[in-house]
């Protein structure tokens, strides 16, 4: 990977209350005017959260669903099993709870099984259960058959959802296709006036409980502000769906994680207790890395229920047992994953696959839900797009891509349109499916439709936002950037590049010695840290060693390891 220095804009005179380094972060990410920078660096809940009834349909839906509560019709929560489907489950659960409405369950569907979106047995079987109101999060607005039969079973169905609405016709005179439902809330339907279009399926929700209590709230016994407290299913949500965190959702996920730091839930508490997370210090970070890969782990091995239960119980009793439930669920997938590219490694290293411009390996036993984490490693260690297939539990072959920083996946399935019976997806992911026929000769297809292709990593030019010295890491440097967090899509963590570091040591940390410490001196003789997570001293350049000059590209950050702050940098790359 090859860096360059972002440009700098002139700063302008609105913003000569910021520092230079604040002012270039800023116009960086598309902040250019000071009432644009002030609600950016100080996100403000009544006054940055949208009017929710701005939303079309959502008069409607908040009116049907108080009819439903006040007459107790019994309502089904049908949602998503991912990391943004299953806290927006939370989120409506608790809403019914806090206003005594009892008669309703929440239904998440097998990944495996039943796959993404509605189908027609679940609803079946809603039916039988007497259900006469159903309402989707995070899916249903591409289920138009599905929700035509709910409808003529006799339940209405408000579909809550995010993703973008089928749509018809020739390319540039395309019209959307929406569900026959009783009531759609997404942002992204053609006539919706709705700010925020880019807000996550727990945001969309969200939305419809904030109408709901605007309008109804008082009527329950519900204090003004209480929906507060769902914020912290929100920011999670926001943060693991990589919605950009500008506008609403910025708002969103800063008083998420300002919940999550006091959240009374018991299982989270108990959650974070056994990740030996410091609930005061949860940072985007911590729920990138622990609680996201654990909430879509248990939809990945069958059983999306643990994730549910562990996020909405208020048992102090299950709460360690969900806990330990999660966990050993996340673990399972770990040790899953782990055997499959085991297994691959293997299996690759008996092929010739070193003049093929990507990689495609299958078995029929193999999940397609796990084969997206296990395409990101090989991508990444082979250096080549990998496609990945397995049978889902209709026995139709689908797979996963992943570029891990190679040529575009999509661009690949672009170019070999015939090879697939469906696909999807963007640049860096993708997903699809074969016909049982076509199977035989997807390797042939792809390797051709790749070459020619560019690789993004022969000629990528990453931005780092400055070139600073060791002498320039200090706590005044860190404290400006932390104004902009919580980081994520559309607001990266500020990357810096530092030349000519002068190396002290070089050692390695954790139980399997997979972690990297570097200490560094500056010109005055202190000591700057820095680490590098699941990069082995082995495999570190080998010019990287006691003083030696080195460059290397950095985020800065704060280690709360032992209670203890310590500013550190986070190694980035070695260059």
């Not at 959650?271 to 990138?288: A, C, P, Q, T």
């Not at 010295?469 to 994520?488: A, T």
């Not at 997979?514 to 003789?525: P, Q, V």
């Amino acid at each position: 990977m090859r860096y360059a220095l972002r440009e700098r804009p002139a700063k302008p005179e609105s913003f000569s209350a910021f520092s230079d380094t604040l002012s270039a972060l800023l116009l960086s990410r598309g902040v250019l005017t000071i009432s644009d920078a002030e609600a950016f660096l100080s996100p403000d809940y009544d006054r940055h959260i949208h009017d929710p009834f701005l939303m079309r349909d959502m008069d409607r839906a908040v009116e049907r669903l108080y009819k439903a509560v006040k007459s107790g019709e019994r309502t089904v929560i049908f949602s998503d099993y991912d990391a943004d489907g299953i806290p927006g489950a939370v989120v409506l659960h608790d809403a019914f709870k806090k206003i005594g409405y009892t008669n309703f369950e929440n239904y998440i569907p097998h990944r495996h099984d039943e796959g993404f979106g509605l189908n027609l047995p679940a609803i079946e079987g809603f039916k039988e259960r007497g259900a006469t109101l159903l309402i989707t999060i995070d899916c249903g607005i591409g289920n138009l058959d599905e929700v035509a039969h709910a409808q003529k079973l006799g339940m209405d169905v408000i579909v809550t959802d995010h993703h973008m609405p089928l749509s018809h016709g020739a390319t540039g005179e395309a019209h959307e296709t929406l569900p026959p439902a009783f009531a759609i809330l997404n942002p992204k339907v053609e006539g919706c006036s709705y700010p925020e279009k880019m807000l996550c399926g727990s945001g969309v929700i969200f939305k419809l409980v904030q109408a709901f209590l605007k309008r109804h709230g008082a009527e329950f016994g519900v204090n003004p502000g209480w929906e507060k407290w769902l914020l912290d299913m929100v920011g999670i949500a926001t943060l693991s769906d990589m919605v950009p965190l500008t506008g609403e959702n910025r708002t969103l996920a800063y008083y998420g994680l300002k919940v999550l730091k006091k959240t009374p839930r018991a299982g989270l508490s108990k959650l974070f207790e056994k990740l030996r997370v410091k609930r005061e210090h949860i940072s985007e970070d911590d729920i990138g890395f622990t609680l996201t890969p654990r909430i879509n782990a248990a939809s990945r091995m069958g059983a999306p229920d643990a994730a549910f239960n562990l996020l909405s119980t208020e048992d102090e009793a299950l709460a360690g047992a969900y806990a330990d439930a999660l966990e050993h669920v996340n673990n399972e997938r770990k040790g899953t994953v782990a055997s499959l590219v085991k297994e691959i490694r293997k299996a690759l290293s008996e092929r010739n696959i070193e003049d093929k411009q990507v990689i495609v390996i299958g078995n029929p036993l193999w999940r397609p839900s796990l084969l997206g984490l296990v395409a990101n490693t090989l991508a990444e260690e082979y250096g080549k797009p990998a496609f990945l297939w397995g049978r889902d539990g209709d026995n139709k072959i689908k797979g996963s891509a992943r570029s891990g920083g190679n040529a575009s996946v999509l661009s690949i399935m672009q170019r070999a349109p015939e090879a697939f019976a469906h696909y999807g997806g963007h640049a860096a992911s993708g997903g699809f499916e074969v016909a049982d026929d076509a199977i035989h000769f997807l390797e042939e297809k792809l390797d051709k439709a790749a070459q020619g292709l560019a690789f993004a990593k022969d000629d990528a030019r990453e931005l780092v936002d400055a070139h600073i010295s060791l002498e320039d890491v200090s706590w005044n440097l860190y404290r400006e950037i932390e104004k902009l967090s919580p980081y994520g899509t559309g607001n990266p963590k500020p990357l810096f590049l530092i030349k000519g570091a002068l190396v002290d040591s070089v050692k390695s940390f954790g139980k399997e010695g997979n972690h990297t410490e570097i200490s560094f001196r500056d010109l005055n003789g202190r000591k700057v840290t820095a680490i590098q997570f699941f990069a082995p001293k082995e495999s570190l350049p080998k010019h990287v060693a006691p003083q030696a000059l080195i460059d290397l590209v950095v985020h800065l950050e704060k280690s709360t390891f032992k209670n203890y702050p310590e500013l550190r940098l986070r190694i980035v790359d070695i260059i």
